[in-house]
Nanobody, 126 residues
Framework: VQLQASGGGLVQAGGSLRLACVVSGRTFSANAVGWFRQAAGKEREFVAAVSRSGGGTGYADSVKGRFTISRDNAKNTAYLQMNSLTPEDTAVYYC????????????????????WGQGTLVTVSS
């Protein structure tokens, strides 16, 4: 399974970005997907996750109301729409996937993901 994250870049505070994660090599719809981020000098942290079906989502408190995770199983792609960005959102963002039998389960813990993308850098200037 390969994951390719894209969409990062430089944006001013208050702006928006949409990240995309294309998953190949396995049936995308069989996988739960999550986004994590790692800021310089900090540990990687959970951002958002979506269930296999797309009907279940979960968010870190720090991004609730600003970020939206979604998926398009026909395109083998998961998205992270990020609005009202602040400098504190500056980080490398990683997408992750894992097969899951239950379609509605949202996986929020890093250790429970099997496959990881290479990361895309998001920089928010003040």
């Amino acid at each position: 399974v390969q994951l390719q994250a894209s969409g990062g870049g430089l944006v001013q505070a208050g702006g928006s970005l949409r990240l995309a994660c294309v998953v190949s090599g396995r049936t995308f719809s069989a996988n739960a997907v999550g986004w994590f981020r790692q800021a310089a000098g900090k540990e990687r942290e959970f951002v958002a996750a979506v269930s296999r079906s797309g009907g279940g989502t979960g968010y870190a408190d720090s991004v609730k109301g600003r970020f939206t995770i979604s998926r398009d199983n026909a395109k083998n792609t998961a998205y992270l729409q990020m609005n009202s960005l602040t400098p504190e959102d500056t980080a490398v963002y990683y997408c992750a996937a894992r097969p899951n039998i239950i379609t509605s389960v949202v996986v929020t813990t890093e250790d429970n993901y099997y496959y990881w993308g290479q990361g895309t850098l998001v920089t928010v200037s003040s």
